[in-house]
């Protein structure tokens, strides 16, 4: 909550035009193209973590697949770390989130700004229903961020397991996976501290489809946590 405070002070200047204009545009998505809400996505983002002392340590830049219609697969470390992707990220997507962010205000514009969907974990049919929107769009040339942990880890750079439902709408899509290593993302929001802090975002080799084709979902959700966790490990 400090380092809220901290960005909302250090931007106070520049928070009511752009509160107006996130909600506005959050109201009326169909008005703006994509990179144009993700243009105004990243400039809030930079603001924010310039005055809340936090900064973007980019590795992997060179992963992120030249051609739209891919999907990044990160741990979840906590409520910070879309905002991380987007500053690291110069590609627009979306993401596929829990239904709780909706009662979260600022992230909840955020979300309605990206089109993404709010997922109710206890919900089977929704579930299927977004796995199958999110596939078809994917085809179409979006890109999308799915936190495959379902929550967030409370133990820090420690992730849990990764679900295998998680990978099926990229089965479907038949679309590049990119892994994404998020270090210290718990750090901005989820410690009472506004001592600058690095939060390091490394995109790590996309796995292609013809390299997971044959397997199970499982068994995708095993590799790519690896992957992480390895990465991690290297890093921190």
């Known amino acids: 909550m400090k380092r809220i405070l901290l960005m909302v002070f250090r931007n106070i200047l520049l928070v009511p035009f752009m509160w107006c204009k996130l909600c506005y545009y959050a109201a009326h998505v169909d008005k703006y193209t994509e990179e144009q ?11 924010a973590n310039k005055g809340g002392n936090v900064t973007i340590d980019v590795h992997g830049l060179e992963n992120i697949p030249s051609e739209s219609g891919f999907m990044f697969f990160p741990n979840h470390q906590g409520l910070y770390d879309v905002l991380a992707i987007v500053e690291a990220c110069p590609t627009p997507f979306s993401v596929v989130a829990k239904k709780e962010i909706k009662d979260i205000q600022f992230l909840k514009q955020v979300i309605a700004c990206m089109k993404g969907y709010l997922l109710d974990r206890e919900d089977v049919r929704q579930a299927m229903t977004i796995i199958a929107n999110v596939s078809e769009e994917v085809k179409k040339g979006r890109n999308y961020v799915i936190f495959a942990e379902g929550t967030r880890s409370k133990n820090g750079n420690e992730i849990q397991d990764f679900k295998g439902g998680s990978f099926k709408a990229a089965t ?65």
Do not use: G, W
Not at 38 to 43: A, G, I, P, Q, R
Not at 191 to 197: A, C
């Open 37 to 47: 809400h993700y243009k105004m996505l990243k400039f809030i983002v930079l603001r």
């Open 172 to 236: 479907k899509a038949k679309c590049p996976i990119v892994p994404v290593a998020l270090i210290d993302s718990f750090k901005p929001f989820d410690t009472n501290t506004i001592s600058p802090v690095t939060v390091q975002v490394h995109f790590l080799e996309p796995i292609n489809y013809d390299e997971y084709k044959d397997m199970k979902t499982k068994e995708i959700a095993m590799l790519v946590h690896n992957r992480i966790q390895k990465a991690i490990y290297e890093n921190i």
